[in-house]
Structure formats: C-alpha cells, structure tokens
C-alpha cells in the first residue's frame, strides 16, 4: 500500500525522482493516466490491471459510462524508472497538468498521485475544511 507525502524537483528534462520508499512496490513500470482533481495517477503494473479489469466491468454501451473509461483509457501512457529512480514526464503531460518545477508525490493506497505543488497546496488547504467533520460511515455524530 502506498502512503505519505513528498516533494522533488522536476528538472529541466522533465525527469521526477519517485521517492525510494515507494518505488520498491512500483516495479519498472509505471502506467499514469488523468486523476481526479487534476492531479495525474501513476499505478504499478498490477495495479493497472485491477484498474482496467474495473473499467471493463463498467458497461460500455451505457452512455453515462463512456466518457470516464473513454477519458481515462485515453489518457494512460506508459513510463519507465531509470537506473537513478526517475520518470520521464512528457511535455505534453506536464503542460496539461501545469507542471512547473515543484512537485509533489503522494501515496494514495493503491497508486501514486503527481501533482503540481501550488495545486497541491490549494486543494489541500481546501479539503483540510472538510476533514475533521467527515463521517466516512454515515452515522450521526
């Protein structure tokens, strides 16, 4: 299970170190792909398996269903950790995401999350209003 919070530099190739706590559960093979929030969503091999054994379940000629496999499936490239614990960002990818130069890495159970450190902080800040009040089991406090 992934978990906890860092922050890297993006260099000027657009490499991003995956923090060696995490990468020992990664593998080689990392599958990113959009997340949630405008963040980007990297999953193990594995991981992407369960996670396209998920969309495939969703039934595809349900209208409603189509633009989120559609949208995710689209949007999955395939990245490799070199020798020295780095990810390749494509340009493209890191214009999407507003990528600059501080990042942040997350460890969110099953995948990791990349984010932009400034929309890190802003989401952040905005969802720490939330968390103390949040009742994940829906009885009344």
């Not at 706590?21 to 599958?31: A, D, H």
């Not at 269903?65 to 949208?71: E, K, M, S, Y």
């Not at 995710?72 to 130069?101: C, M, N, W």
Request: overall charge negative; aromatic content about 12%.
């Amino acid at each position: 299970m992934f978990f906890g919070s860092f922050r890297y530099a993006l260099d000027d190739k657009g490499r991003l170190v995956i923090p060696a706590k995490l990468r020992g559960e990664c593998g080689l093979t990392l599958f990113a792909l959009r997340g949630f929030e405008h963040c980007l969503s990297l999953y193990p091999a594995k991981n992407f398996e369960s996670l396209v054994a998920q969309l495939k379940q969703m039934d595809f000629m349900q209208p409603e269903n189509r633009p989120f496999v559609r949208l995710a499936l689209a949007s999955v490239i395939e990245l490799t950790i070199d020798d020295h614990g780095r990810i390749q960002l494509p340009v493209e990818t890191q214009q999407h995401y507003g990528f600059q130069k501080n990042m942040t890495i997350l460890g969110v159970q099953d995948h990791l999350e990349i984010w932009d450190t400034e929309t890190w902080t802003a989401y952040e800040k905005q969802a720490q209003a939330g968390f103390d009040t949040f009742n994940p089991s829906g009885v009344k406090k």
